[in-house]
């Protein structure tokens, strides 16, 4: 009897049975059908037979086949085995992992970059990784999470705060580190501190040591050695100093000026020689005050009559001198000239121990020439410059030229320029266009001083309006540029602005783009420098003005809501100076004092002391005692009338008026005092008078009595009158005070 198996059924006849051919093919066709499933089930499967030890590689060799590949062999295929072999930590192969963290690690080949944490002037920042101590050059970045506001330390993972200084080894000033700026710093072991990089673009300041360097205050602060063979004096309103020397001997002026030790100082004048009779005219030297060392000395070229010259030099001095004197000498021989612009300069304050420019790097900044307009050139735009008629004329910039058009007969725009009076100045400029015009005019713009380029003199202005002007037909267009005004005669031979930067710091013009001031919002007598031009105040300075003085108020305004207002001219003010009062704006008004105002009131802190003129009344029915005699003016005593009395009174009238009426008819007593009602009797000061007036009739009768003398009696109590009645009748009267 037949059987089936287990997995794909096929039948299996019995020993005793006969084959049966299709049994047998039916068997094969499910063989074969279970062989091609599972032929098509390992396609892509990779037999475990293949593997044939541990930590083996399966590679491609072709398409379906695989081969085995050991750890070696594969470091072979990569390179890094045999005669090409590139290890751990050799030149193009791969860094271990310490390498990797300990170039990590590294802040002098790269800084490390942390957000500050703390207080302003107290930083601290965390690196990762952590630092184990501060080394030479090592360099951080820090954002900045609040502005500095003076010196300021830096602690790096707590291994100690440093201070942080700028390139010149200074404390930082306030402002310097600004809230959410990046800031590179380099610590030095030499100073032990963090030097903050990339400094050096801000303008240092160069303050002149010397007072006085160009005698505007004729001699004050300045020495002579022999005054009997030399002379000073202004030179027709320059501010120069004029040597004379006899040929017997030198003579000098000089000055003290004191400044650290082991510092160089530039020292530098203007000499202008008029005359010389040797090689040694004119020098300047410094020297310690007893004159007994010299630092070097300069000379000015004995040829070079009759122009200036600038002499200058450099000294070293010793470190322990805390004082140089400043010297300028004709020597021992006939020499005669003027001197101006004397200057010392500190540079190793201002720059720095070993970074203090040349002396030829000094005179070109010393010696650009000044040129008092502000964007002359356009670089700036228009803002400098105010247009006379916005509303008419057209001001722009067009191909780094000053456009001016206008449809109307003004049609200029100005600029204001302070300037010394009684000096020669040279004003240049490039004009283009029809009827283009430039001119120099006074500040009111009434009296034109120039027209055109070349030389003029200031006169009695102390100001000057630039103007440039397109010309008086409206369909003119007018282009200009390269706008100059120097002091002296001499034309520039190019367009330059006051200092020259760039020989300390190429990117001054990046920190100082956005400036936008102009002389008009700087003080009188103030300089600034905004977008790499200086600028001279001209807001008036009304500080020192004295109470009395000049008032500058332009419009005094009073409301009934109790508002009093003062509009002030243009100017700045000052509260006060050393409590004088000076600075006040002023407006006076005669009518405002005490007296004007009621008593226990106060307007604007002045106490009313007007107590008002007091008065009172009365009506009584009187019967006077019998007549007495009154003195007349005539100074008789023959004019009998009735004593009138009234007391109780609070004041002392000046004024007193008494009335009654008797059948149709009025009887009047008045009393003034310093009344004069009698012409030819002024010389009585107090009088009563009598008057009756009769009813229906247009004459009356008068009596003039004395009212200073008795029975007459004024007081502050009382008072005691004449009246031409004496029966029994009402008196209405009133005093006044």
């Given amino acids: 009897m037949s059987t089936n198996t287990t997995n794909y059924n096929l039948v299996k006849p019995g020993l005793n049975e006969t084959a049966d051919i299709e049994v047998i093919n039916q068997n094969m066709d499910i063989i074969d059908s279970g062989l091609k499933n599972v032929s098509d089930k390992a396609d892509g499967k990779i037999s475990k037979s293949l593997a044939t030890a541990a930590n083996q590689f399966l590679l491609s060799s072709a398409v379906g086949q695989f081969v085995v590949k050991t750890v070696d062999e594969i470091k072979s295929l990569l390179g890094l085995k045999g005669a090409a072999e590139k ?31 703390g207080s302003a002037n107290t930083y601290a920042v965390t690196l990762s990784p952590a630092p184990t101590s501060y080394i030479d050059g090592m360099g951080i970045v820090v954002k900045i999470n609040v502005a500095n506001t003076g010196s300021a330390t830096i602690n790096v993972n707590g291994l100690g705060a440093k201070p942080m200084v700028d390139g010149k080894g200074s404390a930082l000033t306030e402002g310097k580190l600004r809230l959410n700026g990046t800031y590179s710093l380099k610590y030095n072991t030499t100073s032990g501190n963090f030097i903050l990089q990339g400094e050096g673009g801000e303008i240092p300041k160069l303050p002149n040591l010397v007072k006085n360097g160009s005698f505007e205050n004729d001699f004050n602060c300045w020495g002579w050695n022999l005054v009997s063979i030399s002379t000073g004096k202004i030179y027709s309103g320059t501010k120069s100093v004029i040597f004379n020397n006899n040929g017997s001997q030198y003579c000098y002026m000089f000055q003290d000026i004191t400044m650290p030790g082991g510092h160089k100082v530039y020292m530098t004048c203007m000499v202008y020689l008029t005359s010389c009779a040797g090689v040694n005219g004119f020098y300047i030297t410094p020297s310690n005050p007893e004159g007994t060392e010299s630092y ?7 040829t070079l009559l009759n122009q200036w010259q600038r002499i200058s030099m450099i000294a070293n001095l010793p470190a322990g001198n805390t004082k140089v004197r400043l010297r300028i000498y004709s020597y021992n021989t006939i020499a005669s000239g003027y ?31 000044t040129n008092m307009i502000r964007n002359g050139n356009c670089e700036e735009g228009v803002g400098s410059w105010l247009n006379s008629d916005p509303a008419r004329t057209t001001f722009s910039v067009e191909n780094g030229r000053f456009k001016i058009s206008s449809t109307s007969t003004t049609r200029y725009v100005r600029q204001y ?3 010394k009076p009684n000096t020669d100045y040279y004003i240049s400029g490039n004009v283009s266009g029809v009827g283009g015009v430039l001119y120099v005019f006074d500040s009111n713009i009434a009296t034109i001083l120039k027209t055109g380029v070349g030389t003029f003199n200031s006169g009695i202005n102390s100001e000057i309006a630039i103007l440039l002007h397109s010309g008086s037909v409206d369909t003119n267009i007018a282009y200009f540029d390269s706008i100059m005004i120097i002091e002296g005669t001499t034309a520039p031979v190019a367009y330059r602005s006051y200092m020259k930067y760039d020989w300390w710091d190429s990117d001054l013009p990046l920190l100082i ?8 919002d700087i003080l009188s ?69 005490a007296a004007n105002i009621v008593s ?9 002391s007007f107590s008002g003129k007091r008065w009172t009344k009365g009506t009584i029915v009187y ?6 005699p009154f003195t007349d003016l005539n100074g008789s005593t023959g004019t009998w009338f009735y004593p009138f009395t009234i007391s109780g009174l609070t004041f002392k009238p000046t004024k007193i008026v008494l009335k009654t009426i008797v059948s149709g008819q009025a009887y009047y007593s008045t009393y003034e005092e310093g009344s004069d009602q009698i012409d030819y009797q002024v010389d009585y000061p107090k009088v009563v008078r009598i008057t009756k007036y009769y009813n229906g009739f247009n004459n009356n009768v008068n009596y003039s009595i004395k009212g200073d003398v008795a029975p007459v009696s004024i007081t502050s109590t009382g008072f005691t009158l004449p009246v031409a009645t004496g029966a029994t009748h009402t008196y209405v009267w009133e005093a006044y005070e």
């Fill in 417 to 419: 320029v302070k300037v």
């Fill in 339 to 369: 001197v101006d612009s004397i200057m010392a300069i500190d540079l190793t304050d201002a720059y720095g121990v070993g970074n203090e420019p040349t002396k030829e790097e000094m005179n070109v900044n010393v010696g650009t020439f």
């Fill in 600 to 608: 226990g009131k106060s307007i604007f802190g002045l106490v009313g």
């Fill in 623 to 628: 019967t006077s005692p019998e007549a007495v």
């Fill in 296 to 302: 070097g000395a300069v000379y000015v070229n004995p």
């Fill in 525 to 593: 007598n103030k300089i600034a420098y905004a977008s790499g031009w200086r600028l001279a105040g001209s807001i008036p300075n009304r500080t020192l003005e004295a109470v009395g003085g000049p008032t500058w108020v332009e419009e005094v305004k009073a409301y009934n809501d109790g508002t009093l207002t003062l509009r002030p001219k243009e100017g700045y003010y000052k509260s006060e100076v050393n409590g004088s009062g000076y600075g006040s704006i002023a407006a006076t008004d005669p009518n405002f004092i």
């Fill in 513 to 520: 783009s956005d400036a936008d001031a102009v002389s008009r």
């Fill in 87 to 117: 290890d751990f930590n050799t030149a193009g192969g791969v860094a271990s992992y310490d390498a990797v963290q300990s170039h990590l690690s590294d802040y002098v080949r790269q800084p490390g970059y942390a957000v500050a944490t």
